[in-house]
């Protein structure tokens, strides 16, 4: 159970450091939802999300209209899943586009870190919420199964909201 924005930190950060691709939702100007996936960057979790974009796509407009996003991570093998909200921002910060590139990333911005559509997406986490069952499927089968047979409610595991606002 995480008391502390450090202890929600670490255990956020243990939850999604394994994830490769997350979905970002933003809201658009009629305040429709748009949830696309995005790739994770592998690095430690701060209480900060990165990801790469391009300036000229439709979460780029969106962003700017309405900043509050949510990102949710799944890992169904383990049971485990979070969603996080926050206050998305568009920056140039060069150093840390260099920090985080991967040559894989040329794929959508050819040109590289120079590539003049490329902008870094910060999201500055809030809140966060998570479901962490780490029994495995055989387990959690069982104790579905199980409920079922008693009529009590199954253990669903860890599940604990974060405050992450300074």
Known sequence: MAHSREDGIKKLSSLIKDIKICMLTTCDAAGDLHS??????QVQFDGDLWFFTGKSTGKTGEIQHNARVNVSFAN???NQYV???GRAELT??????KELWN???????PEGLDD???TLL???VETAEYWDSPNGAVVHLLGIVKSLA???????????????KH
Do not use: C
Request: glycine content about 6%; overall charge positive.
């Open 36 to 41: 696309r996936p995005m790739a994770n960057q």
């Open 76 to 78: 169904p093998s383990d």
């Open 83 to 85: 969603s996080i909200s």
């Open 92 to 97: 140039g910060n060069r150093a840390k586009a």
């Open 103 to 109: 040559p894989l990333y040329k794929t959508w911005f």
């Open 116 to 118: 003049p559509d490329l």
């Open 122 to 124: 910060k999201i500055n």
């Open 150 to 164: 008693t009529g009590q409610r199954s253990d669903p595991g860890e599940h604990e909201k974060v405050n992450l």
